[in-house]
């Protein structure tokens, strides 16, 4: 199992912005953030092929999020900018053994999690 360690979140003022931190114990072939926030299912955000580089994000965090990496530390982020309430949510890191599917984040698809972390916007 891949071990995952999420970092970076807190609570903001709307339009703020946090950036996630995602610590993975190795290389996967597809990460992603997802969050569940209160009362909703757990929802994809975005997903990076480590090898390719080649991102997606979900169109509610299109021109808001962006996600990238840092291979050589087997990291990923989820820079967060504008942020709404709507965002309010606990935030994890996944990966998945297979490599990314072409615009999509499922959680389904994804193997090992990280414990979360809270953002909170008001």
């Known amino acids: 199992h891949v071990q995952l360690v999420e970092s970076g979140g807190g609570s903001v003022q709307a339009g703020g912005s946090l950036r996630l931190t995602c610590v993975a114990s190795?290389?996967?072939?597809?990460m992603g953030w997802f969050r569940q926030g209160p009362g909703k299912e757990r929802e994809g955000v975005a997903t990076?092929?480590?090898?390719?580089?080649?991102?997606y994000l979900v169109d509610s965090v299109k021109g808001r999020f962006t996600i990238s990496q840092n291979n050589a530390k087997n990291i990923v982020y989820l820079q967060m900018n504008s942020l709404q309430p709507e965002d309010t949510a606990m935030y994890y890191c996944?990966?998945?053994?297979?490599?990314?599917?072409?615009?999509?984040?499922?959680?389904?698809?994804?193997?090992?999690w990280g414990q979360g972390t809270q953002v909170t916007v008001s």
């Open positions: 190795q290389r996967a072939n597809c």
């Open positions: 990076i092929n480590p090898h390719s580089a080649t991102s």
């Open positions: 996944a990966t998945s053994h297979w490599n990314c599917y072409e615009n999509q984040a499922d959680p389904t698809d994804f193997n090992d």
